[in-house]
């Protein structure tokens, strides 16, 4: 059962279709070894009607993540950038949306194989979560953030969600809201789907891009607002676990989880338990600049 997304069309290899109709084979790789890439993408209302945030940037990293993969077909940004824009406008959305793209091996091969490939779009309402504003308790994970000498983290590929699976149900089965990984060598690296930042001494700290993370789009869109928003220092580098329990602010960002405050890690207060004013500064610039109500100087808004 679709639930409340039966009503849906979606784009599925070459046409739309309705939601019940965009279906793959038990006995496809996608299925039997998670051999695919997709994108989380947002698009937002505004007063002059719909943007797509940052499609360019999420079109090139799903070109990135099947390169990596070794499709022998790929979706380039050119290709799909239509077909998206017209799912959410076929489906008339009134409030945010997420849009997902994905790219997968269809067919009847073993887990190397490198098609055939399949394509789809979908696009579901989504409504901003009550965590955004209260904030999110975190448990520090004893599951360990993939490796690139294992499985790249920077590809947002199906299988490495099971990384952040096992990391996402541990925290929840353990009373937390979510989790933060450590990586290989100790260091934070991110949550189970979104970037982790914290300020100490009034910098903004995030971990570096060699931190076993995805190269987060809302990552970058933090450190430009920090820099020419806001006037803060933002510093990339390794980050120790037990720097946490210093911070004066944490919050997480990405897509899905626009910047949502961290309020407490591992049972430890993050300062006395509520969102702090730099999180907040951030926050309203970045739904200011997403639901363009700020001028969008960089180019970052695609009107539907
Ligand atoms: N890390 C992981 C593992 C993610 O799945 C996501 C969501 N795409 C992010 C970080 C945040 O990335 P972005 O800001 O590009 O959505």
């Keep these: 059962m679709a639930g409340s997304h039966e009503n849906l069309i979606v784009y599925f290899n070459g046409e739309f279709v309705p939601w019940e109709e965009a279906r793959v084979h038990v006995f496809t790789p996608a299925v039997k070894y998670g051999a695919g890439v997709f994108e989380g993408i947002c698009a937002y209302m505004s007063d002059q009607g719909m943007n797509v945030?940052?499609?360019?940037?999420?079109?090139?990293?799903?070109?990135?993540?099947?390169?990596?993969?070794?499709?022998?077909?790929?979706?380039?940004?050119?290709?799909?950038?239509?077909?998206?824009i017209d799912v959410v406008r076929r489906n008339d959305?009134?409030?945010t949306v997420h849009i997902r793209p994905t790219v997968y091996v269809d067919g009847v091969g073993e887990s190397?194989?490198?098609?055939?490939?399949?394509?789809?779009?979908?696009?579901?309402?989504?409504?901003?979560?009550k965590i955004a504003t209260e904030g999110c308790r975190v448990q520090v994970s004893s599951w360990q953030r993939l490796s690139?000498?294992?499985?790249?983290?920077?590809?947002?590929?199906?299988?490495?969600?099971?990384?952040?699976?096992?990391?996402?149900?541990?925290?929840?089965?353990?009373?937390?809201?979510?989790?933060?990984?450590?990586?290989?060598?100790?260091?934070?690296?991110?949550?189970?789907?979104?970037?982790?930042?914290?300020?100490?001494?009034?910098?903004?700290v995030t971990p570096s891009i060699t931190s076993s993370i995805l190269e987060s789009i809302t990552r970058d869109t933090v450190l430009e607002l920090c820099q020419s928003e806001l006037g803060l220092e933002a510093v990339e580098r390794d980050v120790d676990r037990s720097e946490l329990f210093a911070a004066e602010e944490a919050f997480?960002?990405?897509?899905?989880?626009?910047?949502?405050?961290?309020?407490?890690?591992?049972?430890?207060?993050?300062?006395?338990?509520?969102?702090?004013?730099?999180?907040r500064s951030l926050q309203s610039s970045y739904f200011d600049l997403v639901e363009g109500r700020t001028d969008d100087k960089r180019g970052w808004l695609t009107p539907v």
């Design 112 to 129: 190397s194989a490198l098609g055939p490939i399949g394509v789809s779009v979908t696009a579901v309402s989504r409504p901003r979560p």
């Design 93 to 95: 959305f009134k409030e």
């Design 148 to 204: 690139d000498l294992s499985m790249p983290t920077r590809v947002k590929a199906h299988a490495n969600y099971n990384n952040s699976r096992f990391a996402a149900t541990q925290a929840k089965t353990d009373g937390y809201n979510t989790a933060l990984m450590l990586n290989a060598k100790g260091h934070v690296s991110e949550g189970p789907g979104m970037c982790f930042f914290m300020v100490r001494d009034g910098k903004v």
């Design 53 to 84: 945030f940052r499609l360019q940037e999420h079109l090139a990293r799903l070109e990135y993540s099947q390169r990596v993969m070794r499709f022998e077909r790929i979706i380039s940004a050119e290709e799909i950038t239509q077909p998206l």
């Design 252 to 279: 997480f960002c990405g897509t899905a989880w626009e910047i949502t405050p961290i309020t407490n890690i591992d049972g430890f207060s993050v300062r006395d338990g509520t969102p702090g004013s730099i999180t």
